[in-house]
């Protein structure tokens, strides 16, 4: 198991625990003796080159107290992970699309992270360096317009530090400035349909792709009938989401109460 590669489901399910152990504050090797299991073997669950059994993925959600988030990503990226469909095929769509639609309900989404945000929630250097490359789509030219939806709990959720945090703020207040990129902050409620962060590429022929990370596994879709679907509660979720200077006004308020 140890000389396997990361797949990207597997690094998928990965980031979702790593992003909870950083927002409790511990060490990998005190996430481990938590479990119990062997630290070398939780960096390869984080990593994504080894799986580990529903059962751990049960007690890791229970230790961090992840309300069943991570045995939900256990079952959509683990339990499938040798589906060949995963986020890689989306983010060609996503580099090419004329509009990006985005809903977010765990964290920043990943064009809009900062690297210091970006290189606590990840496992490597590599990881990180795409991250940033894939945002390098904000300034190409032509340039994309991104409607981003954020929900409410993204603001409060600590990813490492409280100075990452509030460099996080700032760099969401800096962009949500740009002329084509549209922020919106959902207030903590339930909203029909959304079940799940997912995301809509589509492109200067109007045809579009999503990546959907709702279901038994994350996947790019192209069935029309879905992405219809995905782009109708994106139309429900904007209406109620706050416009975007309330979202400015709210994300500079979270930043003075909580991450200064």
Known sequence: MGTRQATPALRRFGDVVDGYRVAASLTRAQLAALIPLAPGYVGQILRG???????????????????????????????????????????????????????????????FQTEDYARALLIDDEAVQYRMQRQALITRVPTPTIFSILDESTLYRMVDSKAIMHAQ?????????????????????????????????????TSSVAFIENTMQGETVRETRTVLRLLETFGRLQADALNTSETRELIRKVQAERWT
Not at 83 to 100: C, G, H, L, N
Not at 170 to 192: C, G, M, W
């Open 49 to 111: 080159i080894s799986k580990c059994s529903r059962e751990a993925a049960v007690e890791l959600d229970k230790k961090l107290g992840a309300n069943g988030e991570i045995i939900e990503a256990w079952d959509k990226w683990v339990a499938k992970s040798d589906s060949p469909r995963s986020f890689a095929d989306f983010s060609e769509s996503e580099q090419r699309a004329a509009t990006i639609r985005a809903v977010d309900i765990l964290l920043v989404h990943g064009l």
């Open 169 to 205: 703020m700032d760099h969401l207040l800096e962009l949500s400035h740009h002329d084509h990129i549209r922020i919106q902050v959902a207030p903590l409620a339930f909203y029909r349909g959304v079940s799940g962060t997912f995301s809509i590429a589509t492109q200067e022929d």
